[in-house]
């Protein structure tokens, strides 16, 4: 005769489980938290830069961060009067989806893009990369030709292309700091500075050139 | 020889490490800007029914100048010009929560109630900081080249700017990266003519540490490694600034209700909370705070190389 199971003698199921012995705290880079945010351009912030040899005259954009308490993000994160008070004063916000997968870096739409560090998240566009260098830190790299024909190809598309006085404030602020340079003591460091503030003169005198020439060629136009 | 009494055979009465007899902090900024007179404090939203304080800026005070007027013939009005600047105000917080535990053995005392309410005040003031240095981008006004290491000319680039837009810049502050004092200090090794003479260019020369550090032509400098990447460049994006370019809003919490344990400091609020079944406690620190641009004339972005 079996013996009679009794209560205790009954067949309980455990599941096979690896010993943990912990692990490194947190994997995740040190890195600056900077919260998610929009681009815009002011109407009188532009620069000059040279892509494929040619000098072109491209907005400097700004971030609008969406942050709760700056610059009147509220606290559910609606950045709608922010927005709003940009735009009163002539700023354009640039839209995500002016940004196609072929004009980024990575090959991914949009301009917004975001890493998790141990200290929070940075948010950065998408032409700017984190690596690792050899001492775990995080480095940045920088695809500045990508950026600036992105933000070339923004003008006249969505930005209208900046007024002729822009221009010849910039060419007169370089020229006052050439001024003072020249009023220097000649030295290495002073010929070099020299040297690149009449380099960007004449850079910012060739977009001049060939806005003039567009400007022309429109007025001739309607006049036609 | 054997039977020695060496440290490696004797596990049962020595420790692998004691702690100090004190702790040390991290390497970090501790150098803020809450409460510098630079940045206009606009008000505090409590009991005005709404979370938005907007600031009027009007023309008075000489912006219209009277006009001549024949004799005999009639004046005319001339209005005040006006404008507005919002400034939203948001929860800011941070939260910790220790075990009991923790609490028994620890023989450092940072984690009484009295120093967790001290690091969040200071955790509020970092915050601030971090807030003021994000709206540095949004000046309209921008010197400095992409790439290229900040300078002298920068710096008087950037007071110029200012002065030609009519400001007072006796007093004005610049709120820079590390990187960017450092560079403007290069830049200064190397000036001659009447600048090498200056008492403030010598003072620039010197170290700094985080905050104050020191003035130049008559603007201050403020050192503070939470000014942020361009985010689209490898610059640096700080900038100099006038009274009444920036602003901050609070809302001054009431006592809160529900909890016994809360202290109030100003504009920050601690609470602490228990959770007995699990042994815990938390620490809640809480601000209602916002920062905005007032006047975008009053202020010039300066953006250098990092």
């Known amino acids: 005769m079996p013996v009679p199971q009794t209560a205790t003698s009954q067949t309980l199921a455990s599941e096979p489980v690896r010993p943990s012995v912990g692990g490194p705290r947190s994997a995740l880079p040190v890195v600056e938290p900077f919260p998610g945010f929009l681009l815009y351009a002011q109407p009188l912030a532009w620069e000059v830069v040279e892509i494929d040899g040619e000098a072109v005259a491209v907005p400097i954009l700004s971030r609008l961060p969406l942050s709760p308490g700056v610059g009147g993000v509220t606290s559910h994160g609606d950045a709608s009067v922010a927005v709003a008070q940009k735009q009163a004063r002539g700023c354009i916000v640039i839209r995500d989806e002016w940004v196609t997968a072929e004009e980024t870096a990575d090959g991914h739409p949009g301009y917004l893009r975001r890493l998790t560090g141990r200290n929070g998240e940075q948010h950065h566009t998408a032409w700017t990369r984190p690596e690792l260098n050899a001492a775990g830190h995080v480095v940045w790299s920088h ?40 009023g220097r003591p000649t030295t290495p460091g002073n010929e070099a500075q020299l040297g690149a503030g009449k380099a960007r003169l004449e850079v910012i005198g060739r977009v001049g050139k060939a806005a003039a020439k567009v400007a022309t060629k429109a007025v001739k136009a309607g006049a036609a | 020889m054997a039977n020695e009494i060496l440290y490696s055979g004797a596990g049962d009465y020595t420790l692998a490490a004691a702690l ?19 940045i206009v404090g606009v008000g505090d939203v409590s009991g005005l029914g709404s979370s938005v304080i907007k600031t009027p800026i009007l023309s008075l005070m000489g912006v219209n100048q009277m006009a001549a007027v024949a004799e005999g013939s009639p004046t005319s009005n001339t209005d005040i010009t006006d404008t507005s600047a919002s400034i939203t105000v948001a929860r800011q917080a941070l939260q910790r929560q220790k075990s009991d535990l923790i609490g028994i053995v620890n023989q450092y005392g940072h984690l009484a109630p009295d120093a967790l309410a001290m690091d969040m005040m200071a955790a509020f003031e970092a915050r601030f900081t971090a807030m003021i240095t994000a709206l540095l981008d949004g000046f309209s006004s921008t010197v400095g080249t992409s790439g290229v290491d900040m300078s002298f000319d920068d710096w008087v680039d950037a007071i110029t700017t200012l002065e030609i837009a009519g400001n007072s810049v006796q007093n004005a502050l610049a709120v820079l990266h590390p990187r960017q004092v450092s560079d403007l200090r290069q830049s200064l090794i190397a000036a001659g003519g009447p600048v090498q003479w200056r008492d403030d260019v ?23 490694s939470l000014v942020p990447l361009d985010g689209g460049s490898d610059n640096r994006v ?7 370019a920036l602003g901050y809003a609070l809302g001054t919490p009431k006592p809160p209700l529900g909890t016994a344990d809360w202290i109030i400091s100003g504009p920050l609020m601690v609470e602490f909370e228990r959770d007995a079944a699990y042994s815990y406690t938390k620490v809640v620190g809480n601000v209602f705070c916002g920062v905005g641009e007032l006047q975008d004339a009053m202020g010039v972005e300066i953006a250098t190389d990092a």
């Open chain 2, 202 to 224: 010598a003072g620039q020369l010197n170290a700094s540490n985080p905050g104050f550090a020191g003035q130049l032509l008559g603007v201050d400098i403020f050192r503070s």
């Open chain 2, 238 to 244: 700080g900038g100099m600034f006038c009274r009444g």
């Open chain 2, 20 to 38: 100090a007899q004190e702790i040390q902090l991290v390497l970090a900024d501790r150098a803020w800007l809450w409460q510098h007179p630079a």
């Open chain 1, 143 to 182: 695809d500045a030709d990508g950026y600036n024909r992105w933000r070339a190809s923004l003008v006249g598309k969505h930005i209208p292309a900046p007024d002729a006085r822009v221009l010849g404030d910039m060419a007169d602020m370089v020229r006052t700091r050439l001024d003072r340079i020249a």
